[in-house]
């Protein structure tokens, strides 16, 4: 009984590299569905750029209600979902694909809803339930990977840690705001 070698031995691994090398980093060792997982990052795209969208609104509003320290989360948030959406755009293009920054139907491929609420305590609601439906869509996509695209996958569990303490932060907001 002969095992099965885990590594591919190094003739073959450098006979493939040569192989369509205009496919830059996606060798023919990519076992992932390369489509699907393009699909997916632009449907996360679209999500982080609704969100930076969204928190911008939130920060503008809540500025001008004299409420500084949640403006200032919210600004945070802000840049930091718009570095989700650049980390997502460039790994888009590695898979050779084409990041999709359209208006034209963003709502749509984005998972979570733009809601410009009234009050704070609206915005943070908002926010929370934005970040919540950021976090269960990762955690699938995290899981749909699997072992195929890892490079992907530990981007997106990158993401997904920071939707996790903007989450908690709004919680935090919430319970502040609550007991004012
Ligand atoms: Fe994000
Ligand atoms: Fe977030």
Do not use: W
Request: contains cysteine.
């Amino acid at each position: 009984m002969t095992d099965k070698p885990f590594l591919t031995d190094i003739k073959t691994l450098r006979k493939r590299a040569r192989e369509h090398i205009e496919k830059g980093a996606v060798t023919p060792g990519y076992t992932g569905d390369r489509e699907t997982v393009i699909k997916l990052l632009n449907e996360a795209l679209a999500t982080e750029t609704v969100c930076v969208l969204r928190y911008k609104r939130h920060y503008f509003m809540a500025s001008g209600i004299n409420a500084q320290s949640v403006a200032e989360e919210f600004l945070q948030h802000a840049t930091e979902e718009q570095g989700h959406a650049d980390e997502l755009a460039q790994r888009i293009v590695q898979l050779g694909g084409e990041p999709n920054l359209s208006p034209d139907g963003m709502l749509t491929r984005s998972h979570s809803e733009y809601v410009e609420g009234t009050s704070l305590r609206d915005m943070i609601t908002e926010d929370l339930v934005a970040e919540r439906i950021a976090i269960d869509s990762y955690r699938e996509m995290i899981h749909y990977l699997g072992a195929n695209d890892p490079t992907s996958r530990r981007m997106l569990e990158g993401i997904l840690a920071v939707e996790e303490e903007h989450a908690e932060d709004l919680v935090s907001l919430l319970d502040e705001l609550g007991s004012s």
